[in-house]
């Protein structure tokens, strides 16, 4: 079935750093790709999103390319603030737009 | 408007009690789901649904019930609470049409205690 894999946390980096988290998916058919970011204490938000191969999503200087030929969707950032402290989660959209199937989530943490 | 809401934002059963977790949301979309949050497993799908009168399995289903008689609302309910079923509980809606934006929207979640 359709699935994600998520690079295992928590990574942990000083401020201004280059930010990596790989993300991985198998899936049939075409779905979207998402990266939601959830803050401590708080819910679920949308980061960034790709809905066709090629397509590249971006939000607050995060970016994420969606490859079909790898099946990737990595997200990247250029420089790290303390802010950007939180838990990443990967997701793939199944049966049509109905739902998602997430990744077991990465934690960032980043010290000034 | 409001979005998804989800009540109560925390709860605390015994083993073998029942509850009903709450989601609305006003956004008149289509489809509706809930997932649970448990510590390094990420969000795991429990049911969903893509109308009124149309629900479907997902991931972790068992131990829970749900219904969708009206756009609105998705109840989700434990029949009978087990110590397994703690965890943080989103409900999600997204929007459904030719062209549809496949985004998520989630509520602010429910914390489940069962002892």
């Known amino acids: 079935g359709d699935s994600v894999t998520q690079m295992e946390g928590p990574v942990t980096l000083s401020e201004e750093a280059f930010l990596t988290i790989n993300c991985t998916y198998t899936a049939t058919g075409y ?6 970011v959830q803050y401590p204490g ?8 790709a809905t066709k191969a090629d397509d590249k999503g971006s939000n607050k200087g995060f970016e994420a390319t969606y490859r079909k030929e790898t099946t990737s969707f990595h997200l990247e950032k250029g420089s790290v603030q303390v802010s950007d402290s939180a838990v990443y989660f990967c997701a793939l959209s199944i049966r049509g737009g109905t739902a998602l199937i997430f990744g077991k989530g990465t934690t960032l943490s980043v010290s000034s | 408007n409001a979005g998804v809401t989800q009540t109560p934002k925390f709860q605390v059963l015994k083993t073998g009690q029942s509850m009903t977790l709450q989601c609305a949301q006003d956004m008149n979309h289509e489809y509706m789901s809930w997932y649970r949050q448990d510590p390094g497993m990420g969000l795991r799908l429990i049911h ?9 399995q997902g991931e972790v289903p068992n131990g829970y019930n749900v219904s969708r008689s009206t756009t609105e609302d998705f109840p989700l309910r434990l029949l009978s609470a087990a110590p397994s079923q703690t965890s943080v509980y989103f409900c999600a809606s997204s929007p459904q049409g030719l ?7 989630f509520g602010p979640g429910t914390r489940l205690l069962v002892l």
């Open chain 1, 42 to 49: 708080e819910g679920l938000q949308l980061l960034l999103k």
């Open chain 2, 99 to 105: 062209g549809r934006d496949e985004t998520q929207y």
């Open chain 1, 31 to 36: 779905p979207s790709l998402f990266w939601y």
């Open chain 2, 48 to 56: 969903y649904s893509v109308g009124a009168g149309i629900t479907d």
